[in-house]
């Protein structure tokens, strides 16, 4: 069983000191992917996270984050499981950094996360983040998979089949100008 993160981590002295972070991070403080989820959907988010220099020498968070969220299909309002993974890679970057290398952090090809020294920063702030990139533009089940009716599902309106009543306005034949060529 994994155990509950704390809520506020110190970035900065965890990647110092090499430390790791390996538990669960609940769902109920993540108000923007809240509106998204089934209500009542309790499950949090399992982390592993890496605090440490990374391949280019910056102090930074590596790891992933994982869920089985339960979201609300656009088409039926009905829940759709979705399996939601994300590589973290982030640059710990604070203000002194990026005047005194402005072009450094952003050089590895990571995301910052702009931190103070001294600085707390909410855990669940930064999962989240992860999570929303992954999310699939509106969610949905697969085709066919819907309890909805056929007629709501058509493509095609009746009113793209109207006549276009400016249609008389529209002429074939090329405009002659006045002047004889």
């Given amino acids: 069983m994994l155990r509950d993160l704390p809520e506020l ?5 965890l990647a110092r000191a090499g430390r790791s972070l390996r538990g669960r991070v609940t769902l109920a403080r993540m108000h923007r992917l809240q509106p998204l989820l089934v209500e009542g959907d309790s499950q949090g988010v399992e982390v592993d996270l890496w605090f440490g220099p990374n391949d280019s020498g910056h102090l930074g968070i590596q790891g992933r984050a994982w869920a089985d969220l339960n979201l609300i299909c656009q088409r039926c309002l009905k829940t759709v499981p979705f399996r939601a993974e994300s590589e973290v890679r982030l640059d710990l970057v604070s203000a002194e950094d990026g005047q005194a290398h402005p072009s450094g952090p952003m050089a590895s090809g990571l995301d910052p996360l702009m ?19 992954v999310l699939p533009m509106a969610s949905m089940h697969p085709e066919g998979a819907c309890r909805i009716s056929r007629k709501y599902l058509e493509t095609e309106f ?24």
């Fill in 9 to 13: 981590i110190y970035p900065l002295e």
């Fill in 115 to 133: 931190v103070e020294e001294g600085e707390a920063v909410a855990l669940s702030d930064i999962i989240e983040d992860e999570l929303l990139l």
């Fill in 158 to 181: 009746p009113q793209d089949k109207r006549e276009n009543p400016f249609a008389v306005l529209v002429v074939d034949k090329p405009m002659h100008s006045n002047h004889e060529e």
